[in-house]
């Protein structure tokens, strides 16, 4: 897969620390908990270790920073 489209699909810990300010093992602790909400919701998705969902990742900030239960784009 080329870098680019994995820089889409993905998130970075880098970008995870730059959005919340944090440390870097918080950062993962962060993606593996996305990744374990991830799984546990769509069984058959495929997660990488150390990285995040984009799509995933941004939903959840979206229902963190309006305090929503479910995001919706509009």
Known sequence: MNNNLKEKIYVSVETVMEDFDISKPKAYAII??????????????IVE?????????????????????????E
């Open 32 to 45: 593996h908990q996305l990744n374990e909400e991830l799984k546990k919701q769509h069984p058959s998705a």
């Open 49 to 73: 270790a150390g990285k995040g969902n984009r799509y995933w990742y941004d939903e959840a900030c979206l229902r963190q920073s309006t305090g929503r239960k479910e995001a919706t784009y």
